[in-house]
């Protein structure tokens, strides 16, 4: 018996691991254009915060979802580059997939809350309130916005891409 869960415009097939996945076809990367990214959720556990992002493909045709993003943190109408400082994040790391129109994959964005030297006391110019998502391969960009995220501690990311489940117990 199939079953889905559908969490703002994110489909998580808890009976299929391969949901976002459009088979059987050469496709070519996600453009930036033909994507949409919606804020999901900042799941907290022992120091580390995790945002995953809802990547959906809103365009005609099947798309390669997959690598290693960059990030520029949106702050009222400024925008900043990100550093990142490291792949793949406390919540785990993604599979790169085939999205077919109107399937969503995703980013998870891995961030710290207790660090030195501010341990928990996040300075403004560390706060962030969207993100723009910069595709790998100069594919483009995605805007998302209303992420409440702070780089304190450092940014990981993971690849964009899909897996079976999206909360970080068991990982």
Known sequence: MASAIIVGPLLINTSNPTAATATGVDVQPCQGSDLVGAFVVNQVGTGHVVTTIAITNVGRQVCALGGYPTLIGLRGS???KLRITG???YGGDLHPTKLSPRMSGALIVGTG?????TYGVIPPSQMFVGMI?????SEGTVQV????????????????GWRSHLWIQGV
């Open 78 to 80: 400024t925008k900043h």
């Open 87 to 89: 792949h793949g994040t």
């Open 145 to 160: 916005l209303g992420v409440p995220f702070d780089t304190t501690c450092g940014v990981y990311v993971s690849r964009l």
């Open 113 to 117: 809350d207790l660090c030195e030297p």
């Open 133 to 137: 998502v910069v595709l790998p391969k």
